[in-house]
Each structure stands twice: as C-alpha cells, then as structure tokens.
C-alpha cells in the first residue's frame, strides 16, 4: 500500500490528522523501543457521483481496530477516500506481514480494519486509523485504547471506545457514543444525542434538536465530571438534571443576551416549550450547566 495520486494533498492531511505533530516517516518502518512502528496508507476508488459531488452521495464509514485511535473527516478536494494507518508491531517480521483492509462493500460502505499477521494481535500492539473521504455519511467504530474524532457527518453515527476521548463536530443525524475512560464533546450538532463515559466530563455546544420532536431526545451521562449543555436554540422537552456532588443550574438567555438563572439544585425537572422530547442529564460527580435560547 502506498500514497495514490488522491491529490497529494487530502492524503496529507490525513496523515496529519492521525499523526498530528509527531515526526514519523510517512511510509516504511521506523524502530522504537516499544516495538517498530509502520506509517502506511491506501485509497479506496468511490462510484462516480460520491467523487465528484460530495453532498449526492456521502459515503458511509465502518472503522474496526484495536489499540488506537480512530479519526475521520471530510476533504472536497479527495477524489477516492484516503485511509492513513499507523500500527506498532512487536517486531520487524512482524511488521513487514502486517497490513489492513479498506474497501467498500456490497450496499457501500466503506469498512476499515487491521489485518494483524497470523490473523492475532499480540501484546501492546497497536493500530491507528485516518479516514479522510468527499463526504462523510453514517459512521460506525469501534476501538479499545485509542480516542476517536469525527467531523462533519450526513448521518447516524455510533461510536465507542474502552479508553479515550470522544470529539464530535458537525453530526447531522443521531449521535451514540460510548467511552469508558475519557471525556465526550459534541460541536454542532443536529438529532439525538446517548452519551455515556464512566470518567470524564461531557461539553456538548450548539445543540439542535431539530423540528422532529423525537429527534431531541439528548441522554447524557457520566460517573466522573461536569455536564455542560448549550442548545443552538430554545430546549423544548422535558428536563431532568441530577448530580450526586455538585449543583445543576439552568440558564435561559434573553433578548439582551444576557443569561437568566432559571432554576439550581442537586436536582432539577423542568417542562420547557411543552415538546414531548427527553432531555436526561446525571453526573455522579460534578457540575451540571444547561443553556438554553429564549
């Protein structure tokens, strides 16, 4: 596998997306102490209508690894989708047997995974990916030990990792995440929301729940850290705010852009805009921040 003409370009910014500031080589092997480290990369062609116009026809993604980090994001400019994967094997045997698969499947979607030699990853070994395409669709990934970003999807996405953060921006479907060490931030988004971390605080900014009512649904929830929720607009639904150690406070921002102290407690229930959507908020540990438009 080896950089494609995608544009030299998109496939640079996907590697930048996955090695941010660490000077790796992009492609070959580099040993360290931990193992040896192999930088390698692939591009997938896209039916026609998916290359050349990015909002006919986003490409669902399905991203499976183990012990790394998972980041995907869109470029207008990529004419294929570009997948950077950057693994740690135990030995130089085994890197140069070590590879991954990056295809689309029979209803599209684009599934990214490891291909560990022996068909067994051992020890500490590890797999990062980057996936950069045209348009992003609906996301599915699943990893352990790695965080995961996500920009800008037409779509459903489902994430979930044993260990990392979480970073969301521009989610225009429901949004299910899933850590059970790290936090969870949310920019922009549009649709339900179920985020769950077992430590870390949840920051979720210019929230839409959009004209369906049950499309607002937002259920946040950690065992460790503050909840902060600034909605886009007026929340309409039921509210339920609970901390065990801290205080829940509800502000609503007035026509002078000043906010207003509608409600603080350990715990908070509120009817607002008379919706039948859920907005359900419990921290164990830690401050609760709603902020909603007038």
């Not at 030299?8 to 992009?26: F, Y």
């Not at 020890?123 to 965080?147: H, I, K, L």
């Not at 009512?213 to 007026?234: C, F, H, K, Y």
Request: proline letters at 3%; charged letters at 15%.
């Amino acid at each position: 596998m080896h950089p494609h003409r995608n544009t030299r370009s998109v496939w640079a910014a996907a590697l930048a997306l996955l090695l941010g500031t660490a000077t790796l080589p992009a492609c070959g092997l580099a040993a360290t102490p931990a193992g040896v480290q192999i930088t390698m990369s692939q591009v997938v062609a896209l039916p026609a209508d998916a290359a050349t116009d990015r909002e006919a026809a986003p490409i669902d993604i399905d991203v499976a690894s183990e012990n790394g980090g998972v980041s995907i994001a869109h470029d207008h400019r990529a004419t294929g989708a570009t997948i950077v994967a950057r693994a740690r094997l135990a030995d130089d045997d085994r890197a140069k047997r070590f590879g991954f698969r990056a295809e689309l499947d029979a209803d599209g979607t684009l599934r990214v995974e490891p291909l560990w030699p022996d068909g067994k990853r051992l020890g500490n070994e590890s797999c990062a990916f980057a996936v950069v395409v045209p348009a992003v669709g609906g996301v599915a990934v699943r990893t352990s030990n790695g965080g995961i970003t996500l920009a800008h999807a037409h779509g459903n996405a489902r994430l979930a990792t044993s260990n990392g953060a979480i970073v969301v921006e521009g989610v225009q479907g429901d949004l299910h995440a899933r850590s059970n060490n790290g936090g969870i931030t949310v920019r922009h988004s549009r649709g339900a929301l179920d985020l769950q971390t077992s430590n870390g605080s949840v920051s979720i900014t210019h929230a839409w729940q959009g004209s369906d009512p049950a499309a607002g649904t937002w259920r946040v929830q950690t065992s460790n850290g503050a909840i902060t929720l600034e909605a886009a607009d007026a929340i309409a639904g039921r509210l339920s705010a609970t901390t065990s150690n801290g205080r829940a406070t509800v502000q609503r921002i007035g026509a002078d852009g000043q906010r207003e102290t509608i409600a603080s407690d350990r715990t908070v229930g509120l009817s607002l805009g008379g919706a039948q959507a859920t907005i359900d908020l419990r921290t164990s540990n830690g401050p609760i921040t709603v902020v909603t438009g007038g």
